[in-house]
């Protein structure tokens, strides 16, 4: 097989940039990047982050089997089914009204979600870990933590924007909380990507309702005034 010759030009480009680091290696078996001047794995000082460099480092030293990182479409099965498995735990939990319970097996099938090595596809752990935290944002709010339930919301919104269920989710804990017209503004951006969800549509005109009575009792405390 004849192995091409790069591109005389990116690799000049390469060469330009190319920042050479001082490294150490530390343990187990020396394969763990470190600063070489505090053996620190991230160093503001050296300014250097191996992070997920080791991250990677770790996950094939565990698995020697791999002689390189596997394709993305290849995902761990295992992984998948405990993940799967203890979400629709958390989900049988919830429909009981076991919302306490539901919330300590959702954010267990989120750590597991979060461990999916780097090379397989991100689209994955994101459908992942958006579904799992909209679940545990419900079972927030059905216990009356709104704050949490907004957490949640936020983060499934930065994990897939297009999905109205984060807004919604975020609208109704923005509502619980008296924030109206915050709530107002995440249930209108939820409309823009799904302008036919009844859920949506329903939830807007409850807090137009809430909007149109906090503004007839201003109206009314300045008029008494």
């Not at 984060?166 to 951006?189: T, V």
């Amino acid at each position: 097989m004849v192995v091409p010759q790069p591109d005389p030009v990116m690799q000049a480009v390469i060469e330009a940039s190319f920042d050479p680091v001082d490294i150490a290696f530390g343990p187990p078996d020396n394969v763990i990047a470190l600063c070489s001047k505090h053996s620190l794995e991230k160093c503001a000082e050296c300014d250097v982050d191996f992070t997920n460099l080791n991250r990677l480092s770790r996950l094939l030293q565990m698995n020697p089997s791999l002689r390189c990182p596997p394709p993305p479409t290849m995902l761990s099965q295992k992984l998948s089914v405990a993940i799967n498995n203890t979400k629709e735990e958390g989900n049988t939990l919830y429909k009981s009204g076991q919302y306490d319970k539901a919330i300590q097996r959702y954010s267990m099938a989120a750590n597991f979600a979060a461990q999916r090595p780097p090379w397989e596809a991100a689209q994955m752990m994101r459908e992942e870990l958006s579904a799992i935290l909209s679940n545990r944002s419900a079972a927030f709010f059905e216990m009356g933590d709104y704050i949490n339930a907004l957490v949640d919301a936020d983060q499934v919104i930065q994990l897939k924007r297009p999905w109205g269920k984060g807004h919604f989710r975020k609208a109704k804990a923005l509502l619980s909380m008296k924030e109206y017209q915050e709530a107002k503004e995440a249930i209108e951006l939820g409309l823009e990507f799904e302008p036919e969800s009844a859920e949506m549509i329903t939830l807007r005109e409850t807090i137009e309702n809430h909007l149109r009575e906090q503004r007839a009792t201003r109206r009314s405390t300045n008029g008494a005034a």
